[in-house]
Structure formats: C-alpha cells, structure tokens
C-alpha cells in the first residue's frame, strides 16, 4: 500500500489506561450525583481531559465556574496519576510490541499522536518511547479529537504526506480526525462501536506480520 508513517493512539491502543480514566472519570460524576455508565465513558474516549470534563457536565446537567472546573479537571488527574504510576511494561497491550519491532525493522516510521497530556509519563513507564520518532500529545495540539490537528501535526513534522499515514485508534472521535486528516483509519475493537473506519481488528493481537504488510 506504500504507507509509510505508523500514527498510534496511546490510550486503550498501547496500554489499556481507558479502564483507569473510566474510574477516576466515575469518581468526579459521582461528585455531581451522576453515575457514569459504559456507554457515557465509550463517548468520552479520544476527547481531551476539558472536553470529557464538559461532557459529564452536560451529562449531569451541571454548570460550574471557570475556577471549580480547573479544580475538577486537577482532581480527575491526581486520581488517575495514582494508578499510570504503577504501569509498567507488563501493562503494554498484548501484539504491540511485535508490531512496533516489526514496522522499526521495516523502515516504516512509528510516532504518537494523543490526546493525553501524560503521553510521554507513560511511554516512558512501558519503555517504549525509543521507537517514536515523534510524540505529539495533547500538551501540544489546540484542537482535541475528532479535530484531526493532532495528526496532521504528526504528518507534518515527519515530513510524510496524510495519504502515507496509518492511524491505529480505538476511539470513534480519533477514527473522525483521522478520515478528516486524509489517513487511513484502523479501528482497534468491537467494530459495532465504530463507523466511517477503513480496517477494523479486535486488538493487536489479530494484527499478525502479513495484516500489516497488506497496511503498508
Ligand atoms: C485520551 C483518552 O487519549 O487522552 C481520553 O482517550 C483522555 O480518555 C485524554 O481524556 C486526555 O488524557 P489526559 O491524560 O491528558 O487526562
Ligand atoms: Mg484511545
């Protein structure tokens, strides 16, 4: 297909840090007498730390001033900080080291394009920074997903054009910023919780040698 960027996501592609965002997310709705449910939290995935904060808000019809919500959002990140800290390589999601050994020694560049803000933290925790050209995170982009900014930037400061790039997200909003970006787009789960993607496996662990030399 002669692709030659490897956009990942970080949250539940890499590592799976979507579990731990879902309880310190459930944490702060808890605190505005809403429970925060699976179906909520699969719509809050890809959304930077505000927006997700905006969502429950909405969700719990709550209002709050500039003040408290950067209270809530400090919060939000101190209590999922205490479980990031304990991640450690063994927490890198099953085939993604294989695919990151495989695309590295294949000469296709690899690099990080989240919405996170502890992006580099935790590919520093799985040890696994080295095979990133590039990081970009969500200390750097303007627009969160699904703007597709992040991913453009991406594109942009490797110097490969938006046709040559392959995003792998788990994330409907980071699907969207992909096709917007022009990239082709790989879903990472149930395909039922997707749309408008280009290839969809359950996890890394189906994404075997010859799925991604048919990718790039
Ligand atoms: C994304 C996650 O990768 O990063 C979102 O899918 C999260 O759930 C966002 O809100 C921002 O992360 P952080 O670490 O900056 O709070
Ligand atoms: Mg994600």
């Not at 949250?11 to 840090?17: E, N, P, Q, R, Y």
């Not at 696994?128 to 050209?133: A, G, L, M, N, R």
């Given at each position: 297909m002669k692709h030659e960027l490897a956009l990942f996501d970080l949250?539940?592609?890499?590592?799976?840090?979507a579990k731990y965002h879902f309880i310190s997310w459930r944490k702060i709705a808890k605190c505005f007498n809403y429970e925060l449910k699976t179906e909520d939290n699969q719509k809050l995935k890809g959304l930077s730390r505000a927006d997700s904060l905006n969502q429950i808000l909405n969700l719990a019809n709550i209002t709050l001033d500039p003040s408290s919500f950067k209270i809530y959002l400090e919060k939000k990140n101190q209590d999922y900080l205490n479980y990031v800290r304990e991640i450690t390589v063994d927490d890198i999601l099953p085939g993604i080291l294989e695919a990151l050994d495989f695309l590295d020694k294949r000469r296709i560049k690899i690099a990080l394009g989240s919405a996170s803000k502890n992006a580099r933290l935790i590919l520093d925790q799985l040890e696994?920074?080295?095979?990133?050209?590039i990081v970009v995170d969500g200390n750097q982009v303007k627009k969160s997903k699904p703007h597709p900014e992040v991913f453009l930037k991406a594109s942009m400061e490797m110097g490969?054009?938006?046709?040559k790039c392959v995003v792998f997200e788990d994330s409907q909003a980071g699907i969207i910023a992909a096709k917007a970006a022009g990239m082709t787009a790989v879903a990472i789960g149930d395909k039922n919780d997707f749309a408008n993607y280009d290839f969809c496996y359950?996890?890394?662990?189906?994404?075997n040698t010859t799925e991604l030399e048919m990718l790039f």
């Open positions: 949250d539940g592609v890499i590592v799976d840090t696994i920074t080295s095979f990133f050209k490969i054009t938006s046709k359950p996890n890394f662990s189906s994404i």
